[in-house]
């Protein structure tokens, strides 16, 4: 039995009646009072019929008589602070250590399908630091999921249709005079973007031309020709002209071969991509497949629209009068290829929260379209990232590439630790290796840390930090164990599997054992919130408390076998759980540092 049962049970007993187990609430006891474990008793003063000192004060004696857990107990209003024998934190780590890996359940054939949705690139630009967010994002959340006994596939959508790609490729016809990403020793992503602001150069030219001659800004757009060619080629493009298919498969094959490359490099990877050119003309239909059964309606020009205003919200434009899809049709067309491919249980869109209006109506369109998952379809809406300096802008070409980020987060780590002599043990290959782990686990984690609904500053100077709440001092204390455990080993120190349960352990031990057990209720939490940062900050607060006892207490110099035993155990333990904690993070840890 839990503890929570052992109490809830011994409660029922005291009172001889049946209670609610949620009235049953137990806490960790706050750092400046004696015990471990609190009962917050005002839940259960209906029933006590006595007031919260005497209810802690009955309830405590009680529980000294009735189980041989508790060695002591003291009463501060109305909380109930319990000390716990030591026998049963052994217990419970000789538990956490029997489990490879404690705290993460494993889906089976039948367990819920949950489809997370991210990245969604457009093929006019490279990766940036936008989307670094929202990979980490999405691919964490996917391992939390996972970790929650679901069946996870995840997925990207890719945004390779539309006005902003014929930008691209009509800079290149224009100026590109043939060049490729092999000629120009350039990845494709990388040249593709340097076309789309290209554009946007040219076109700024124009209209300083056009307004110089006296047009007003808004006739001025009007009368662009540059941008004319834009909207002739995507039409062109959408009527199948062979020449304008050839050169957008062309393009963003180029992009694709360097998004490839980007997303090896930040470790995340799909098991279904979708593109926005084989979705729309699906939503199309399904949107005309609507208005058939009269769930949406047609306005005189022909346009087809959603009437909302029983929700709350206005009316929805779902097809232009000439026929032509909006951004919310190819969304609905996605949905429906997705759910014909995957049986769906859930459906999660990791998106900014600029876009929080947008799927709240999806929501509601894809329930009134039939699909069982979309009312409860879940918007993991975040906040946007920016940099010290302030926002990005991709027309103007002042986005952090993310290739030339995770670069630098790896030379910057490089440096960093040769400076401190962290690597003065390591080959050069070795010392390369490692650099590359903290450098990628310092972006992550200053990223994953952080609440996901809120807007943050990445700061690339703060994140690489062997001090403090950061990646690098999480890694290395991981090393550290690591070490421990080599040089156990080198003395042919023996590892039971056990440890003995009369052992008396020290209040810092034990609070470290409860630490560690509450790994399986961050999991959870994690995986309820959609929030990677809760995992984050529960590993740093369990390194914060292993190096203050790392400190404190001789581990392979403690003369107690029995006693120097127990602190390998519980070493190598805390090591596991920051391995599985940073694993839900995406971020690898290394042997030595």
């Not at 949950?114 to 999405?138: D, F």
């Amino acid at each position: 039995m839990t503890i929570q049962q052992i109490f809830h049970h011994s409660i029922e007993k005291y009172y001889g009646q049946a209670i609610d187990c949620s009235l049953i609430q137990l806490q960790k006891t706050k750092r400046e009072f004696e015990g471990h474990l609190t009962l917050v008793v005002f839940p259960l003063l209906k029933i006590s019929k006595k007031n919260p000192e005497q209810t802690a004060q009955d309830l405590g004696a009680h529980f000294m008589e009735d189980t041989s857990l508790l060695v002591a107990f003291n009463v501060v209003k109305g909380f109930l602070n319990l000390t716990i024998r030591s026998s049963h934190w052994i217990g419970v780590l000789n538990k956490i250590n029997d489990e490879e890996h404690f705290g993460i359940q494993k889906a089976t054939d039948s367990s819920p399908l949950v489809m997370i949705e991210y990245s969604s690139p457009n093929t006019n630009k490279p990766l940036h630091l936008g989307h670094v967010r929202n990979n980490l994002l999405g691919y964490s959340l996917a391992e939390i999921m996972k970790a929650n006994a679901y069946r996870v596939v995840k997925t990207n959508i890719v945004n390779d249709r539309g006005i902003h790609i014929c930008k691209s490729m009509l800079a290149w016809q224009k100026w590109g005079d043939g060049i490729t990403p092999l000629k120009a020793g350039k990845k494709g992503d990388h040249l593709v973007g340097d076309f789309y602001v290209r554009f946007d150069q040219e076109y700024k030219k124009e209209l300083h031309d056009l307004q110089a001659a006296g047009i007003s800004k808004e006739e001025s757009e009007k009368q662009s020709t540059l941008m004319a060619e834009a909207r002739d080629l995507l039409l062109r493009w959408e009527s199948g002209d062979e020449a304008a298919l050839d050169l957008w498969k062309m393009m963003n094959d180029w992009v694709y071969a360097g998004f490839d490359i980007t997303y090896k490099k930040l470790g995340v990877d799909f098991d279904k991509i979708y593109y926005e050119s084989e979705t729309y003309l699906v939503g199309k239909d399904k949107v005309l497949d609507g208005l058939s059964k009269n769930i949406l309606y047609q306005q005189e020009d022909g346009s087809v629209w959603a009437d909302l205003t029983d929700k709350g919200l206005d009316q929805k434009l779902l097809l232009r009068a000439d026929g032509t899809s909006v951004y919310m049709t190819q969304d609905i067309g996605t949905a429906k290829l997705r759910y014909d491919d995957y049986a769906i249980d859930k459906m999660i869109y990791v998106v900014g929260n600029e876009q929080n209006y947008h799927f709240q109506v999806l929501a509601i369109l894809l329930d009134k379209l039939g699909f069982e998952w979309g009312k409860d379809m879940v918007h993991f809406s975040y906040g946007m990232v920016e940099l010290p300096q302030g926002k990005m802008k991709s027309r103007e070409g002042t986005v952090v590439d993310a290739d030339d980020l995770l670069e630098e987060m790896v030379n910057t780590a490089e440096a960093t630790s040769k400076e401190l002599g962290k690597l003065d043990t390591c080959s050069a290959e070795e010392a390369r290796e490692i650099s590359k782990m903290v450098g990628l686990g310092a972006l992550k984690y200053f990223i994953l840390k952080v609440d996901p609904r809120k807007n943050m500053v990445f700061n690339p100077s703060e994140s690489i930090d062997f001090n403090g709440n950061t990646g690098p001092f999480i890694q290395y204390t991981y090393a550290r164990i690591q070490s421990i455990l080599r040089k156990a080993g080198e003395q042919s120190i023996p590892l039971s599997p056990l440890v003995d349960t009369s052992l008396v352990i020290s209040e810092k031990e034990t609070s470290l054992i409860q630490h560690l057990e509450a790994f399986a209720l961050a999991v959870k939490e994690a995986g309820a919130a959609y929030s990677p940062a809760i995992i984050a900050n529960f590993i740093y607060e369990l390194v914060k408390e292993y190096n203050q006892f790392y400190h404190e207490y001789p581990i392979l110099k403690e003369k107690n076998e029995a006693l120097r035993l127990f602190r390998i155990v519980l070493s190598d333990n805390v090591g596991k759980v920051i391995k599985s904690g940073f694993s839900l993070l995406g971020i690898d840890v290394p042997q030595r540092m």
